[in-house]
């Protein structure tokens, strides 16, 4: 069952611009969670942002939170040759034991 | 360095060929899971695992089986390989229920069954 959708499917800028990505989700959740992945390998963790926190920051990455809206954004500022990745969402709730991901955003950084 | 280690990163199996994949992690976590990965679908869960000799369905547990007889090892296994089992699987742990922490993943393995 998915639930995340992140937007854009596709992202290609140039080294230095910002990345902006989004993801929407349907039911309540307790956290929301960024995951990157390179070249079809393994997914590394990112950053958690619980569901009563609004903004949360670590290094280059900003992650923001609206659970009116059901949705969230990730910021990597100052993009890097190495951020080229395909990052995922995935949320957690209470009811729920497992974490529903999103389809994912392939970020491009053009160097 | 925590790690979770897969047995093989690629694998080349036949169809109807009984498969294994080992999944073994160094973090004394409770809960694993393995998913398979498919471009534009995300990641779907096959099982889980919460305990030693414990294990849920998830999503997609057709076709597949697992087994967890010690903490640190979870294995997947395809009881007779078939064509549209031909994906990235995934294995992860995390020390809290999966829905609440951060999980952590093995490298994968990539299986082409012909």
């Known amino acids: 069952s998915q639930q995340g959708e992140e937007d854009p499917q596709a992202l290609s800028i140039q080294e230095g611009e910002n990345a902006t990505m989004n993801c929407s989700y349907k039911?309540?959740?307790?956290?929301l969670q960024w995951y990157r992945q390179n070249s079809g390998r393994g997914l590394v963790h990112l950053i958690l942002i619980r569901s009563n926190e609004r903004e949360k920051h670590s290094g280059r990455l900003r992650v923001t939170l609206d659970t009116s809206k059901k949705s969230s954004s990730l910021l990597i500022t100052a993009s890097r040759a190495a951020d080229t990745a395909s990052y995922f969402c995935a949320t957690g709730a209470d009811s729920n034991y497992q974490l529903i991901w999103g389809a994912g955003t392939k970020l491009i950084i053009k160097p | 360095d925590v790690k979770v280690t897969q047995s093989s990163r690629y694998l080349v199996k036949r169809t109807g060929e009984k498969v294994f994949l080992e999944c073994v992690q160094d973090?004394?976590?409770?809960?694993m899971f393995w998913y398979r990965q498919d471009p534009g679908l995300g990641l779907r869960l096959i099982y889980f695992?919460?305990?030693?000799?414990?294990?849920e369905k998830g999503d997609i547990p057709e076709g597949y089986s697992v087994s967890r007889e010690k903490k640190e090892r979870f294995s997947l296994i395809l009881e007779s390989a078939s064509t549209n089992q031909t994906s990235m699987y995934l294995c992860?742990?995390?020390?809290?229920?999966?829905?609440?922490?951060?999980?952590?993943f093995g490298p994968g393995t990539r299986l082409t069954v012909l």
């Open positions: 973090m004394d976590h409770e809960n």
């Open positions: 039911t309540s959740i307790n956290n």
């Open positions: 695992s919460y305990d030693v000799k414990m294990k």
């Open positions: 992860a742990s995390t020390r809290l229920a999966g829905s609440q922490g951060e999980q952590f």
